[in-house]
Nanobody, 119 residues
Framework: QVPLVESGGALVQPGGSLRLSCAAS????????MKWYRRAPGKEREPVAT???????KYTESVEGRFTISRDNTKNTIYLQMTSLKPEDTAVYYC?????????????WGQGTQVTVSS
């Protein structure tokens, strides 16, 4: 079973909005720090947004004020609400779940969903 499954990617015009979802099939989802990453064509993968298990959020500067990360622990799902999209937001978006204990580290990735911003 794939631990993380992203959905919601699409072709959208500049200035448009899109909501990505990431459904998790992992135990104790609520303890994980969840992140969205993206990889644009020809570029390295970069972190976009983070939400901790306590709900604290952080964003990369280029999306601050335009993107919102959220989580629903009752559905084992996180979301990325994207507004005012720009062509430079075009990328494959990946979901990541991470949790560390004294004894173990847990790190899961989804397969990605394509977001294309173009007129």
């Amino acid at each position: 079973q794939v631990p993380l499954v992203e959905s919601g990617g699409a072709l959208v015009q500049p200035g448009g909005s899109l909501r990505l979802s990431c459904a998790a099939s992992i135990s104790a989802f609520n303890v994980y720090t969840m992140k969205w990453y993206r990889r644009a064509p020809g570029k390295e993968r970069e972190p976009v947004a983070t939400i901790t298990n306590s709900g604290d959020t952080k964003y990369t500067e280029s999306v601050e004020g335009r993107f919102t990360i959220s989580r629903d622990n009752t559905k084992n799902t996180i979301y990325l609400q994207m507004t005012s999209l720009k062509p430079e937001d075009t990328a494959v978006y990946y979901c990541n779940a991470a949790w560390s204990t004294v004894e173990s580290e847990y790190d899961y990735w989804g397969q990605g969903t394509q977001v294309t911003v173009s007129s």
